[in-house]
């Protein structure tokens, strides 16, 4: 079964400080992709990719980095946390057949 | 702006009737649409989908219906099921692989 693990699940963060979750993928998808969801958004994409060490913008992608060093893992970094940061961060693959698998989310506090 | 838009955040249907949710979307590019489910503390997971080709799609209980010239979508979820309460979620992409633009969500609850 395609599977897509987030870490950490959870975490809390100093405002300034730098995070990093982290997604591992087993599902050979050439498509990783970040998302964000806060309440009254849904989700919306921070950063995407198609190929290893290759990263695009997505549609909100200031404050944020991404890396995809391997085929199977993608990284979202926040240099400089911010309050505004805080969310539930989603990260999703997929394969050019178009279904997206979701991790089950990151809840990301920023104090 | 906001591409995809769920203009109805909550639904409540009875057990056993029709679960009717609507997408709007802007870009005329899309020719991907999708629904997701969604429970609390989980994964969006894919229930179904359509191309552009096709004004219509289903699935068992489900089915969708694509509206290009009025460029709405939406879910059926026919002989609804308290365990069809979650919160479901409307897509769309372009192309292929899956940039999809989300809507905000709606929260079903089928009540016994």
């Known amino acids: 079964e395609a599977a897509v693990t987030q870490s950490p699940r959870s975490k809390v963060a100093v405002t300034g400080g730098k995070v990093t979750l982290s997604c591992h993928q087993t599902?050979?998808?050439?498509?990783m992709y970040w998302y964000r969801q806060d309440t009254g958004h849904g989700l919306r994409l921070i950063h995407y990719?198609?190929?290893?060490?290759?990263?695009e913008k997505g549609d909100i992608p200031d404050g944020y980095k991404a890396s995809r060093p391997s085929q199977e893992n993608f990284s979202l970094i926040l240099e400089l946390a911010s309050l505004s940061q805080t969310a539930v961060y989603f990260c999703?693959?997929?394969?050019?057949?178009?279904?997206?698998?979701f991790g089950k989310g990151t809840r990301l506090t920023v104090v | 702006g906001q591409q995809v838009k769920q203009s109805s955040p909550s639904l409540t249907v009875q057990e056993g009737g029709i679960s009717i949710l609507n997408c709007d979307y802007e870009?005329?590019?899309?020719?991907?649409f999708a629904w997701y489910k969604k429970y609390p503390d989980n994964s969006p997971t894919l229930l179904i989908s359509?191309?552009?080709?096709?004004d219509k799609r289903e699935d068992g209980r489900l089915t969708v219906f694509l509206n290009k010239s009025g460029k709405h979508f939406s879910l059926h979820i026919t002989a609804s099921q308290p365990e069809d309460t979650a919160v479901y979620l409307c897509?769309?992409?372009?192309?292929?692989?899956?940039?999809?633009?989300f809507g905000k969500g709606a929260k079903l609850t089928v009540s016994p």
């Open positions: 999703a693959s997929s394969d050019d057949r178009e279904e997206v698998f």
């Open positions: 599902n050979n998808h050439d498509y």
């Open positions: 990719s198609y190929v290893a060490d290759s990263t």
């Open positions: 870009n005329d590019m899309f020719d991907y």
């Open positions: 359509v191309r552009s080709n096709v």
């Open positions: 897509a769309a992409g372009q192309g292929t692989g899956s940039k999809l633009s």
